[in-house]
């Protein structure tokens, strides 16, 4: 089956440590999406890649950083600069990086990282 | 700027009423995209119905359909015969060209379907 794979699915760091976070996608799909999510609210961009060996920063990159070596795969590293890690963080990917329905986003159940 | 506004945290529905989800956005360009999604408490988001700028007709998919009114840049989602199902969190998202083609989404709506 297509799909978006992310792992961990929980993740627990200390303060001061990065961690990176996996996903991967099966379905063809050239664009994909970090998303973070806190307790009760929406969903804030963090980075987005519309081709391999390009990404650009959402409206919350401060902290991150993101690579796309491999069109399958965009990870996403938390850095000890991003002062509240802690969050629900979801990596997507959509068919067509123009308008229209191909814009759907395809979602990975998420991965919950708590910092210590 | 880009922007999708939501305005209720949480509703409630009685089992098998039908219920009315608020969206407005806010674009200057002409050519964008509107959808919904679900959340469940388990997480994953999944894709509801969608609605091109162009599209002339209120897009419908099963007990879902948008109500969209272009002119007063609205999007509600109704969702018809509630079921206990349906509780889950409900997000509205926009896509358009001056955005970079890149997805913005709302606060959410929880709603809580009632037995």
């Known amino acids: 089956d297509g799909g978006i794979t992310q792992s961990p699915k929980y993740l627990f760091r200390k303060e001061g440590q990065n961690v990176t976070l996996s996903c991967e996608q099966n379905?063809?799909?050239?664009?994909m999406y970090w998303y973070r999510q806190d307790p009760g609210q929406g969903l804030r961009l963090i980075y987005y890649?519309?081709?391999?060996?390009?990404?650009q920063k959402g409206d919350i990159a401060e902290g991150y950083s993101v690579s796309r070596e491999k069109k399958e795969s965009f990870p996403l590293t938390v850095t000890s600069a991003q002062k509240n890690p802690t969050a629900f963080y979801l990596c997507?990917?959509?068919?067509?990086?123009?308008?229209?329905?191909?814009?759907?986003?395809?979602f990975g159940e998420g991965s919950r990282l708590t910092v210590l | 700027a880009q922007k999708i506004t939501q305005t209720q945290p949480g509703m409630f529905v009685q089992e098998k009423e039908a219920v009315t989800l608020d969206c407005t956005y806010d674009?200057?360009?002409?050519?964008?995209?509107l959808f919904w999604y679900k959340q469940p408490s388990s997480g994953e988001m999944i894709f509801l119905i969608y609605?091109?700028?162009?599209?002339?007709q209120n897009a419908t998919e099963g007990r879902y359909s948008l109500n969209f009114q272009k002119a007063r840049k609205s999007a509600n989602l109704v969702i018809s015969a509630s079921q206990l199902g349906d509780s889950a969190m409900y997000f509205c998202?926009?896509?358009?060209?001056?955005?970079?083609?890149?997805?913005?989404f709302g606060a959410g709506t929880r709603l809580f379907v009632k037995a």
């Open positions: 997507a990917s959509s068919k067509q990086t123009t308008g229209g329905r191909t814009g759907e986003l395809f």
């Open positions: 379905l063809n799909h050239d664009a």
């Open positions: 890649s519309q081709i391999v060996n390009d990404f």
């Open positions: 674009t200057s360009d002409q050519s964008y995209g």
């Open positions: 609605q091109g700028s162009y599209d002339e």
């Open positions: 998202a926009m896509r358009d060209r001056v955005g970079g083609f890149k997805t913005i």
